[in-house]
């Protein structure tokens, strides 16, 4: 914004025209639209911005677009491995999903 502004000096100034940042720590940020479309960021750095009593993020990371029905032939998909791999139940394998957020490699891990 300002290159020859020293950081410190720059939230100084913001602090003085009432603007607090705060940076929030986040593995994905999931944004479900009505379109049954989720856009999916991962590896986030998120800055939430207080203004005039008003709170906004800057949201900025690795960006994908997912359909529902794709998630959810995928999440079928990591059912059936699961099952095959570690011969656990398909509900064993929905929950270890569940805990691991979808991480298939973690769930394997969790379940031997």
């Known amino acids: 914004m300002f290159p020859s ?10 602090k003085q ?5 705060e940076e929030i720590s986040a593995e994905r940020v ?3 639209g009505k ?19 008003q709170e906004s993020f800057q949201i900025t990371g690795d960006v994908r677009e997912v359909e529902e029905s794709e ?4 999440k079928t998909e990591d059912i059936k491995i699961l099952m095959e791999k570690i011969g656990c139940s398909e509900n ?3 929950d270890a999903l569940k805990k691991t ?6 769930a394997i891990l969790s379940l031997s």
């Open 5 to 14: 502004l020293d950081p410190k000096k720059m939230q100084a100034m913001m």
């Open 17 to 21: 025209l009432g603007i607090a940042q």
């Open 30 to 32: 999931v944004i479900e």
């Open 35 to 53: 379109n049954s479309k989720k856009i999916i960021i991962e590896n986030p750095s998120i800055v939430k911005i207080k203004m005039k009593g």
């Open 71 to 74: 998630e959810s032939a995928n």
């Open 92 to 94: 064993e394998a929905r």
């Open 101 to 106: 957020n979808g991480d298939l490699t973690e």
